[in-house]
């Protein structure tokens, strides 16, 4: 809340690194994925929701079901075999 907040403050622009998918949706405009080393981009996920957002907001689960399907992950957050079948 407090990056969110001091950002819209004074308009400035912030990258931040992350593991967490949740945490993107919830603050970012846009989502760039990356692969693995050597790192390039995968997919930019534009967020294009109102802020503020909220934690968990079921708009966003489609945009996390997209960033997660890149690390072969289901809309469950299960680890997918290579058939695409969850584990």
């Known amino acids: 809340e407090l990056l969110a907040y001091g950002c819209a403050e004074r308009c400035t622009t912030a990258v931040m690194l992350t593991h967490d998918v949740d945490e993107p949706l919830h603050l970012a405009d846009r989502v760039v994925v990356m692969s693995e080393r050597p790192a390039s981009v995968i997919e930019v996920v534009r967020v294009d929701r109102p ?4 934690r968990g ?11 997660l399907g890149h690390f072969g992950f ?4 299960a ?7 969850a584990q």
């Not at 966003?60 to 997209?66: D, N």
């Not at 680890?79 to 079948?85: D, K, L």
């Open 74 to 77: 289901d809309h469950d957050g």
């Open 57 to 67: 907001d079921p708009a966003l689960a489609t945009l996390r079901t997209r960033i």
């Open 79 to 85: 680890a997918c075999t290579e058939s695409g079948s």
């Open 51 to 54: 802020r503020p957002r909220r």
